[in-house]
């Protein structure tokens, strides 16, 4: 619904928004990027997955941790037409839960799944930016998730698809605002910044076209985070995903690196798993909304969940500052990870 509202502890707004600087689990969302395809680029898959991957499979799983983030106190799904059957998959556990009626989803356009459900796919998914995506896709989400799509991304919007610039997307995407859903942009690669800029700046009757920002940081990829406190200052909502690196700030995902590596130590020297410091670091940054879990089980959740009362002290905020590695070598190092 367009004007839903969360629990207190997490000082939400209008269409799902939650107030930079807010504190709980209410600023934890969960997303199903992960769990609702049997492939993906997250580490740890063969282990957390195995071999159970068929459609009813993920539909059992994505469902098992809906229902362990909503009674853990999380509220906000995201979900996109590109993950595998996430939207269908929400969308029949919503059908189940009539009375869990302050859920909040955002999901996202401008890919499409096209991995046929196969592991060794050649490609598992297709980026189209074009109008004749953001209608048919758009239609496609509101027939599965209604009312309760409160905010609708750009998948993946970058400078050089042009989708920031096109007048005619611009357009048909403020109807949909003007219809009550609100719309944002998803941004990855090495220029997240000035993506957001450029989202910034973009007008439609007078009024932005874009008011939620959905980035990739974490302690290892910072360089979007003044751009995201621009965009929280003008009363945007910011939502963090990929906080914990596809795994590299996960237990058992460290790749070798040194800033994963020291994160781990770091991690091991408050007595708490990697994830749990990479999350609460997240949450940590004053213009951050919200931000995601991608956990694929009732325990990863938890771990994550508990991320929300962590208070980190002073002397490891400032050596997690020194962790940041140069974004274009961060952005290579992510495109050639392998889907499993």
Do not use: C
């Not at 269409?15 to 689990?25: F, I, M, Y």
């Amino acid at each position: 619904m367009s004007e839903r509202f969360l629990p207190p502890d997490g000082a939400p707004g209008p269409n799902g928004l939650v107030s930079a600087g807010s504190t709980g689990v209410g600023r934890l969302g969960i997303g199903l990027a992960a769990v609702a395809r049997p492939a993906y680029i997250t580490a740890g898959r063969n282990r957390d997955l195995g071999a159970h991957r068929s459609v009813e499979d993920l539909r059992a799983r994505s469902r098992a941790v809906l229902d362990a983030a909503y009674a853990a106190g999380i509220r906000y799904v995201d979900v996109a037409r590109s993950y595998g059957r996430a939207e269908e998959f929400l969308a029949g556990w919503l059908a189940a839960h009539p009375t869990f009626d302050d859920v909040v989803v955002g999901s996202k356009w401008g890919y499409r799944y096209v991995g046929e459900w196969r592991l060794d796919a050649d490609v598992h998914e297709i980026k189209d930016h074009s109008l004749a995506a953001f209608e048919r896709q758009s239609e496609e989400s509101l027939a599965l998730l209604g009312e309760y799509l409160a905010i609708y991304h750009v998948h993946s919007a970058t400078l050089d698809t042009g989708v920031l610039t096109d007048v005619a997307v611009h357009e048909a995407m403020a109807r949909l605002r003007d219809s009550g859903t609100r719309i944002g942009i998803s941004t990855s690669g090495p220029a997240q910044a000035d993506a957001v800029r450029r989202a910034l700046g973009v007008q439609v009757g007078g009024l932005p076209l874009f008011t939620s920002f959905q980035a990739t940081w974490n302690v290892l990829e910072p360089s979007a985070g003044r751009a995201l406190a621009e965009a929280a200052a003008t009363g945007a909502g910011v939502i963090v995903k990929e906080p914990v690196a596809n795994g590299r700030l996960a237990p058992g995902g460290q790749d070798g690196s040194p800033g994963a590596a020291r994160a781990a130590e770091l991690a091991e020297g408050l007595g708490v798993p990697v994830d749990q410091l990479a999350i609460a670091a997240a949450l940590a940054q004053p213009w951050a909304g919200r931000v995601l879990s991608g956990a694929v089980d009732g325990e990863q959740l938890a771990s994550n969940v508990a991320a929300a009362a962590l208070q980190i002290p002073s002397d490891v905020a400032q050596e997690l500052a020194d962790l940041a590695e140069d974004p274009g070598s961060y952005w290579k190092a992510r495109s050639a990870r392998s889907w499993a």
